[in-house]
């Protein structure tokens, strides 16, 4: 069943990652884990920037024609798809390093699941208050680097001391991949792709 493992993560992630070892699907299976999980913020942040406005502040709610967030919206899709396919990529470049041989649908399944908490905090922009979305951003962000540190040992089958060692430098990779992001959305808006607002 797609999104099998979802509750499992919250209620009990250690015998979750076991029974995700256990089983390893295949490389569809975590590609449909992905497309799904990632329309929850591209959705989310779509009704919220159309149909109820964020609000920054004091002032109006801002919000954007139903076009210009249909476009950024498909853009922040493509864009957190490709993010995760990366950090599997680089997970699995990096992980002989560090005494494993995982496949790249084993990296793609720790990439996968450790970023779903971060994913699914978009359910947040139905209350698009700037405040209250980066606090469960954060909660969001805390809880899928907690998996990836309980995640990778079992996964990879690698001793938790270097377990410890690896998942650092694949949040590292991931907050280099977090700041590409942000940089080519910077130089994306400033080049004529910004935002038209409704007012």
């Known amino acids: 069943m797609i999104l099998n493992h979802l509750w499992g993560l919250y209620a009990h992630p250690k015998e979750e990652w076991h029974t995700i070892d256990e089983r390893h699907e295949s490389f569809k299976y975590s590609l449909i884990h992905i497309l799904l999980v990632a329309l929850i913020p591209s959705f ?66 720790l990439a996968a699941y450790t970023s779903t908490p971060l994913f699914m ?15 469960v951003g954060l909660a969001g962000l805390t809880y ?7 995640g990778v040992p079992i996964l990879m089958h690698i001793p938790e001391e270097r377990g410890f060692i690896y998942s650092s430098s694949v949040v590292t990779v991931g907050l280099v991949l977090l ?11 400033s080049s004529g792709f910004g935002p038209a607002f409704t007012h």
């Open 121 to 135: 905090v978009g359910v947040a922009a139905f209350y698009p208050e700037l405040w209250f979305v980066m606090m």
């Open 44 to 109: 989310c942040a779509y009704y919220s920037a159309v149909h109820i406005g964020w609000s920054i502040g004091v002032g109006e709610p801002i919000k954007l024609t139903a076009d210009s967030a249909m476009m950024l919206s498909v853009a922040m899709y493509v864009a957190l798809i490709a993010g995760v396919f990366a950090l599997a990529y680089l997970a699995h470049w990096m992980a002989q390093t560090f005494g494993a041989d995982p496949s790249y649908t084993q990296t793609l399944e």
């Open 144 to 150: 899928s680097v907690y998996l990836l540190y309980v």
């Open 179 to 189: 700041v590409c992001v942000l940089t080519a959305t910077a130089i994306l808006w």
